[in-house]
């Protein structure tokens, strides 16, 4: 992609780092960097892949809380430092200028950051099962430290097949005693796998799987092909992640070898093959979840500060 010039910045507004992304990781960097006085603009489309959820499960504050206060604090909080700023909209391209990136968003204007700090986030994939949207991040759920506790000594399901079926169903089974692992037809399960399973005593059921079944936003049960019904009360089901965005692509950054989980590729100090372009949380996680990416988000914002006092004042960077 041709390059711009530096002239074009007296038409954009400038910022020492643009965070794209409000979620977790996003609003935790931009709180370091709002506390180091650095220049600071946050670009948020607000879709998170956990909104869909009725509670946040083990986020130290916000235990059992609807995933919309952990973001609403975290606006609240950064209105307190001066530098930085929160706009609600969405990121369309990116591109290199002299010194920096040039991002233009959707309302039509164009910012420019020495750093950007990408915090995109992860679309959760679910099954294409009629029911599966309206159960979504509650009686459905794709990771059993999230709903563990809400689904406790329920009636419970894993769709899964191979190996991955029989880790998710023995994964179940520190929560409840009544676990069926659904393998969506004929199951591809080694004689090790069927001798753990039997041994938690979790029934492997092969039939195909038609659509679920709920009253008043609850999983009743399982519908299968051949009109029959298995009674659930919750079930978890593979939901492979993918980039939300296409920034990162756009402005070169690559993703990591395993094509299966298709998260950017980053480095030990959070940094992506790109100069000057960071990445914290969902979109650079191999098993992301909520407070590994505040961490994330926290860890990263300081390592951008230490690069632009590189910059300013020659601090060794990376630090030895």
């Known amino acids: 992609m041709r390059r711009r010039t530096r002239a074009i910045q007296a038409l954009v507004s400038e910022w020492e780092c643009v965070i794209v992304g409000g979620g977790a990781a996003g609003l935790s960097a931009a709180l370091v960097l709002g506390r180091a006085r650095r220049r600071t603009l946050v670009v948020d489309a607000d879709r998170q892949s956990n909104r869909a959820a009725q509670t946040m499960g083990g986020v130290l504050g916000f235990d059992r809380r609807p995933p919309a206060e952990l973001y609403t604090k975290g606006r609240e909080e950064l209105a307190a430092y001066p530098t930085v700023r929160y706009r609600n909209t969405e ?5 290199p200028v002299d010194g920096g990136y040039a991002l233009d968003l959707d309302d039509g204007q164009t910012v420019y950051g020495r750093r950007v700090l990408l915090a995109t986030g992860m679309d959760y ?4 099962l009629p029911g599966v949207a309206e159960l979504w991040g509650a009686s459905v759920f794709q990771c059993p430290f999230c709903h563990g506790w809400e689904m406790r000594d329920k009636r419970l399901a894993a769709l899964a097949s191979g190996a991955e079926g029989v880790h998710a169903a023995l994964m179940l089974r520190g929560w409840s005693d009544d676990v069926v692992l659904l393998t969506d037809g004929p199951a591809d399960l080694d004689p090790a796998g069927l001798q753990l399973l ?5 029934p492997v059921e092969q039939r195909r799987v038609a659509e679920l079944h709920h009253c008043g936003g ?3 049960a399982i519908g299968f092909t051949d009109g ?5 009360d919750g079930l978890l089901v593979e939901a492979p992640l993918r980039q939300r965005s296409p920034l990162a692509e756009q402005l070169g950054a690559a993703c990591t070898p395993n094509p299966d989980a298709g998260v950017l590729a980053i480095d030990a100090l959070h940094r992506t093959e790109v100069p000057h ?8 996680a191999e098993q992301p979840h909520l407070a590994g990416a505040i961490a994330a988000g926290s860890q990263t914002a300081m390592i951008v500060v230490q690069s632009l ?3 300013e ?3 060794p960077y990376p630090p030895d």
């Open 228 to 232: 029959d019904r298995l009674e659930r």
């Open 277 to 284: 372009v960071f990445a914290a949380g969902d979109l650079c």
């Open 313 to 315: 004042f020659g601090l």
């Open 91 to 95: 990121v369309r391209r990116g591109m």
């Open 218 to 220: 609850t999983l009743s």
């Open 125 to 128: 994939t679910p099954p294409d």
């Open 198 to 202: 039997a041994r938690a005593k979790v």
């Open 309 to 311: 006092l590189a910059d």
